[in-house]
């Protein structure tokens, strides 16, 4: 045991008794090169899961399967929303929160989340089948959104361990035969559930002792920590919702009101823009991660600001990219009318850069357990694009949608943009805390570091 004011041997402050010289640690360059490591596996991940999805739906429009990809977009988008309305942050308390709140998770997930994404499944099928979707299409769509969110917690515990390759071989991996199945002719719905089905199981594999179907982890849940899970994410429950309903409000309104066609148009460039935002996230999650790790004495490395420039770098060249070959993209790659898709991709798009800034802040935030501060954030953007939404959709149809997504973006932006200028006032202690005296780009602002296993999350405050 050390004293209070002890170091041990091979600490960077460490020096050798009987006044001899101290030995510098120069470990810096190789934590960096890690975390950039970390980043660009996760970024390519992505991006290469990104390119499958992008090749799966350009198969189905090639075959004209659009009613499929109106189903799969507006039942992922219905479902999702009870998933969230029931377990709220479950998913993001996972990766971030102790391993009695992961517990708490997984009692949570069986005894509650499931049932209830069953029974909204016959809801929302039955909502659904009265506009012209049908129920096989459905209910196969629903489980793949159910073995996504499964997937959510299995890959959670990959990352926390840093097998970014393991991940990435689980998430892309099951992609292939699902292309074989749609260039072969099969329905979309049909090879998305195979590829669900193949992620379940390689996603078991790697994680081993893990395993969520391990005898050891099944006698930990109970109906008791089920419930107590829902004092511990209540705040990233509000974040949770937020998020949601910025990022998917536009799509559920939008599939209220046109017909599965144009929602299947709509939805094939709305996941061209959902898969970039997958690439940059990726990215950014390594910083939280390397945060979680870091406050919970897993590892004290100092991950820097790696992922977020990546992340960064990454929006600004696919925006550029997306402007340049959104013809081609929606008119050869996916076999849409060239004019009004590509108007929709060109304005998601343009919509990346700023929603990567403001998804950086609110994921360090997380990672530094300030719930409060990110809640704040994606309420924001929630709020903004609410009115921007019920404007713009009823009268310009999947392009009001679209606009509503880029001016909410750019908005929420503008405002962290002025709260960081303004770093000693109120509207910047409002959203990041008390000033700390960093004057540090957006990505890397600091929040206070409170352990969160030191009490609850819903006590501390993307």
Not at 250 to 262: A, D, I, K, N, R
Request: charged fraction near 15%.
């Amino acid at each position: 045991m050390t004293g209070a004011g002890e170091t041990l041997p091979g600490s960077p402050r460490w020096s050798p008794p009987f006044g001899g010289a101290p030995t510098p640690r120069r470990r810096r360059p190789r934590q960096i090169r890690s975390s950039t490591r970390h980043s660009l596996v996760a970024s390519s991940t992505n991006l290469l899961n990104g390119l499958l999805n992008a090749a799966l739906l350009a198969l189905s429009a090639r075959h004209g399967q659009t009613d499929e990809i109106g189903a799969y977009v507006a039942v992922t988008a219905a479902l999702s929303l009870v998933s969230i309305v029931v377990a709220g942050g479950s998913p993001l308390l996972y990766i971030s929160g102790d391993a009695e709140q992961r517990r708490a998770v997984r009692s949570q997930w069986v005894f509650v989340t499931l049932p209830c994404m069953v029974l909204g499944t016959v809801v929302i099928g039955s909502l659904y089948s009265r506009s012209g979707y049908e129920w096989p299409t459905m209910l196969a769509i629903a489980l793949v959104t159910i073995g996504n969110h499964q997937a959510d917690f299995q890959l959670g515990d990959l990352t926390r361990d840093l097998r970014f390759v393991s991940t990435a071989v689980a998430v892309c991996g099951c992609k292939v035969p699902a292309l074989v199945m749609v260039a072969l002719g099969e329905p979309l719905s049909s090879a998305l559930l195979t590829a669900a089905v193949i992620q379940f199981v390689a996603a078991e594999a790697f994680l081993g002792r893990r395993s969520w179907l391990r005898p050891r982890l099944l006698v930990e849940l109970s109906p008791r920590r089920a419930f107590s899970a829902f004092r511990m994410n209540r705040h990233l429950f509000t974040y949770s919702i937020a998020e949601y309903w910025g990022g998917r409000m536009t799509t559920v309104l939008l599939s209220l009101l046109v017909t599965p066609s144009v929602m299947g148009a709509f939805g094939a460039v709305f996941s061209v823009y959902q898969a970039q935002t997958s690439v940059l996230t990726a990215a950014l999650r390594v910083s939280l991660v390397g945060r979680v790790r870091r406050r919970q004495g897993i590892d004290n490395a100092n991950s820097g600001r790696q992922g977020e420039l990546v992340a960064i770098a990454g929006a600004v060249t696919m925006t550029v990219v997306s402007v340049v070959a959104a013809p081609w993209i929606v008119g050869d790659l996916l076999r849409l009318p060239a004019h009004g898709p590509a108007v929709w991709l060109i304005l998601l798009a343009v919509a990346l850069p700023c929603m990567t800034i403001v998804r950086a802040v609110t994921l360090n935030q997380i990672g530094d357990a300030s719930y409060r501060q990110a809640t704040r954030i994606m309420v924001l953007n929630a709020v903004l694009i609410t009115p921007l939404a019920l404007a713009a959709v009823p009268l310009a149809g999947p392009t009001g949608a679209a606009t509503a997504t880029l001016a909410a973006e750019v908005l929420t932006g503008a405002v962290l943009g002025l709260a960081l200028v303004r770093r000693q006032g109120r509207l910047s202690a409002w959203f990041f805390g008390p000033a700390s005296g960093s004057t540090a780009a957006v990505p890397a602002v600091s929040a206070p570091q409170q352990m969160i296993s030191a009490s609850p999350p819903g006590g501390i405050r993307r």
